[in-house]
């Protein structure tokens, strides 16, 4: 074999491959298929209130809400929980307590908060009633994302951690694993470590927010904690004056500053989202935007997952305020998060966005 004979031979034994690989890799790019979705709000009806929302290992968006007796003869949903594809169509797919825990003895499940670790769900809630003087925040677990979920018992409740009105759990995981508990309810926002299980707290409570606040939500982008909290009121009909207002800090124990550098502990909060304001257009209505979780679809985008009232259907058969479920995308300016308009969108819009395989 000559020289030249030799060169080709080898050539062809590095070439070929290598562009098969590449054509293999590009057929792979190109399978993926952007699904393109619109959505119009509110996603789900009649109410999924304080919602909180997961990806799930099976590949589906669950939301969980606080407990509501929808009128439709079934009673009241332990924790209800609907399940989407895309976080525009969402379906109910059961409860999360095939019984409601007892380690309080009276009080509803409200305001959940849905987290994986360690394989997996762990479920924190809120057990209290209107008025209560001595709330909690308790814990369950399940393999599944839908559950059922059985019950670990109680973290702490008001009286044990020396926190007034001690509802509205949210877990943040820091980027070094460890995980924090931030909650509390216009009685000041505290947070706390969590065990290394998830199932107890260490050490003492730290305070990053004043008493305006409640319905604690928290993510981390660059290098900045963004807290999420919910102001005025969540359960007055088409009268609620529930926003989201927003304060960030590079520490997760804060200072937490609004967008003119208040503290929130001394009245801060940039206004991230409202109601909506009356007008002649006919247009549907939300009071008391409220309660956010967040999530990212495949093109990274932020959404606020969260409810509202509709003005002109406000309550549930039993009178308690019909809080449905709504979701509107996030944008950043300047490092802070902004709502178009800041009030919850009620034309259809773009959606998230997410690739399937074809």
Known sequence: MSLIERKNQLMKSVFIP?????????????????????????????????????KAKDGYFY?????????????SRLIPIVRSKDLVNWKYVGQAFENKPDWKGTGSLWAPDIRFFNGNYYLYYSMSVWGDSNPGIGVAVSDVAKGPYKDQGKLFDSESIGV???????????????????WGSFHGIFGIKLSEN???????????AGNDFEASYMIKRGKYYYYFGSRGTCCEGENSSYNIAVGRSKSIKGPFVDKDGTDLLQGGGTLVLTGNFPNDKGERLFAGPGHNAIIKDDNSMYWMVYHAVDKNNPLLPNGATRRPLMIDPIKWKKGWPVIDGLVPSNKTK?????YEQS
């Open 198 to 208: 998830r199932l107890s707290t260490v050490g003492e409570p730290f305070h990053i």
């Open 350 to 354: 773009s959606g998230p966005i997410f």
């Open 18 to 54: 290598l562009i098969i690989s590449l054509a293999m890799i590009l057929s792979s790019c190109s399978s993926k298929e952007k699904q393109e979705l619109t959505y119009k709000n509110p996603v789900f009806e009649p109410v999924i209130a304080d919602p909180s929302i997961i």
């Open 63 to 75: 939301a969980f809400g606080t407990e509501d007796d929808w009128g439709d003869q079934k009673g």
């Open 164 to 182: 007034g009105n001690s509802i509205d759990p949210c877990v943040f995981e820091d980027d070094d694993g460890t995980a924090y508990l931030f």
